[in-house]
């Protein structure tokens, strides 16, 4: 019904910057909150950022100040922006929308992306 599509992942140096966005295709009749969750080899998952509809942010303390998230509403989409790139940022990020359906009863709930490739070399 619902179906989120990342992008923009990739390899990159250290120190460097990053993109990637999500698309959320599907039947729905809004998105609440959308945002990224990350996931490396041997770690535990962690919500990376969030943001509101109306553009409200939150990020996890390993993030803030490098990492950006935004959205564009008319577009069903929200990004990512990357910056100063650390190794530890390696991961898969997978995006999430908070969505609710059109037929009734209306159902809300969490949709969930594939994830795309984020690689960071020293």
């Known amino acids: 019904q619902v179906q989120l599509v990342e992008s923009g992942g990739g390899l990159v140096q250290a120190g460097g910057s990053l993109r990637v966005s999500c698309v959320v295709s599907?039947?729905?009749?809004?998105?609440?909150?959308m945002g990224w969750y990350r996931q490396a080899p041997g770690n535990q998952r962690e919500l990376v950022a969030t943001v509101t509809p109306g553009g409200s942010t939150n990020y996890a303390d390993s993030v803030k100040g490098r990492f950006t998230i935004s959205r564009d509403n008319a577009k069903d989409t929200v990004f990512l922006q990357m910056h100063s790139l650390k190794p530890e940022d390696t991961a898969v990020y997978y995006c999430?929308?908070?969505?609710?359906?059109?037929?009734?009863?209306?159902?809300?709930?969490?949709?969930w992306g594939q994830g795309t490739q984020v690689t960071v070399s020293s």
């Open positions: 999430y929308a908070d969505s609710c359906g059109r037929s009734q009863p209306i159902v809300c709930g969490d949709n």
């Open positions: 599907g039947r729905f009749w809004r998105i609440n909150d």
